[in-house]
């Protein structure tokens, strides 16, 4: 799979008769790095659920270099992209089973790269490749869930990363080394997130403002109107981050 193109075309999506998404269009070339923005409760992920196939929309239609997502089998379509959310499972399993989802034949040296890339040095001085994870990873903190599914994501090496809040429980501390990883591995990549901390937005290149359930504008930051959302948003983080050093 190439991921020259992808095309959302005149999107409609309900939660039960709520409609979220209204006749969405939304373009994404090869490499692109593209942050989708807006309002709480807009439809943000649901715009990289509908990508996932995790749900599938009311009308239109989201094609891959053409292609009608319906026609790609789930198979073939989880084996070309990567996901980062929430809700990444974690099998009651070894850690190294866990990371090694990713690529089960992986290398010594490829787990131990994938293993600095996510900031699990730590975890695995302490604890061994061996230990168990727990029932859905009961055993990890959320921070530690998250980067396990970095670490598979990054043995994996997918062409295309949907991200949604990449880094929830991953702390200030490992935050920005991590973040640092993921920008050097998305470089030829192509890369669709959401999130609502503006340390993980940096590694947009890209942002659509998502509002009414369309996307209202798609520009580079320099080039978003000055009165946007965007720039609305980004100066109460800028305000916020003052008041917090005061
Ligand atoms: N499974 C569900 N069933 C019913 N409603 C849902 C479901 N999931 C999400 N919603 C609703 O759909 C709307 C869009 O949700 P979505 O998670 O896409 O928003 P978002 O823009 O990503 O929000 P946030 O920025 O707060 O994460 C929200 O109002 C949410 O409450």
Known sequence: ????????????????????????????????????????????????KLLS???????????????????ISDDIWYENIGMLSQNTHIFNRSF?????????????EEIKKAIKFSGLNKFVEKNGVDTLLGKNGLFLSGGERTR????????????????????EGVDKENESSILKNIDK????????????????????????????????EKNKFKSMSKNGILKKYYQLELNNLKEFNR
Request: charged share 30%; hydrophobic share 45%.
């Open 1 to 48: 799979m190439d991921f020259k193109i992808i095309k959302f075309k005149n999107i409609k999506f309900k939660y039960e008769n709520r409609l979220i998404l209204n006749d969405l269009n939304l373009e994404i070339k090869k490499g692109d790095k593209l942050a989708i923005v807006g309002p709480s409760g807009e439809g943000k992920s649901t715009i990289l």
């Open 53 to 71: 196939k995790l749900i599938t929309p009311v009308s239109g239609k989201i094609y891959v270099d053409n292609i009608d997502l319906n026609d």
């Open 96 to 108: 190294i089973e866990n990371i090694k989802i990713g690529k089960r034949n992986a290398s010594d």
């Open 148 to 167: 396990v599914a970095l670490a598979r994501i990054f043995l994996k090496n997918p062409k295309l990363l949907i991200l949604d809040e990449p880094l």
């Open 185 to 216: 591995f998305v470089k030829d990549k192509t890369v669709i997130l959401v999130s609502h901390r503006f340390t993980i937005l940096s590694l947009a290149k890209e942002f659509a403002i998502l509002k009414d359930g369309k996307i209202i």
